[in-house]
């Protein structure tokens, strides 16, 4: 079992920076693949980013591409998600998502992936 607890969610002005966590329970932290999805208001949740157990495969959504950068610290079972040059579009609740995974690397997108999920953290950008 995997527990997921996000934070550093806020309100922050559009072409600003936040940098979200997600601390992680477990002692195989390690061996799980790890996400950040979203859902804004209205609509289906969408993936964000991807990272392999190892961090030397990351994968992200065009939306934010170059804006974005997903990382982990393995010693610290903790998934990061700096965000910079922040949109309005970028407003929802951010998620972060675990899975075991036995290849190094291996980077899931899909939701229906991803077995243990957080609470999630709400993000708003002011225009």
């Known amino acids: 079992q995997v527990q997921l607890v996000e934070s550093g969610g806020g309100l922050v002005q559009a072409g600003g920076s936040l940098r979200l966590s997600c601390a992680a329970s477990g002692r195989t932290f390690s061996r799980y693949a790890m996400g950040w999805f979203r859902q804004a208001p209205g609509k289906e949740r969408e993936f964000v980013a991807g990272?392999?157990?190892?961090?030397?495969?990351?994968v992200y959504t065009d939306s934010v591409k170059g804006r974005f950068t997903i990382s982990r610290d393995n010693a610290k079972n903790t998934v990061y998600l700096q965000m910079n040059s922040l949109k309005p579009e970028d407003t929802a609740v951010y998620y972060c998502a675990a899975r075991i995974s036995f290849y190094t690397d291996s980077v899931y997108s899909r939701g229906v992936e991803y077995a243990y999920w957080g609470q999630g953290t709400q993000l708003t950008v002011s225009s």
């Open positions: 990272i392999s157990w190892t961090g030397d495969k990351t």
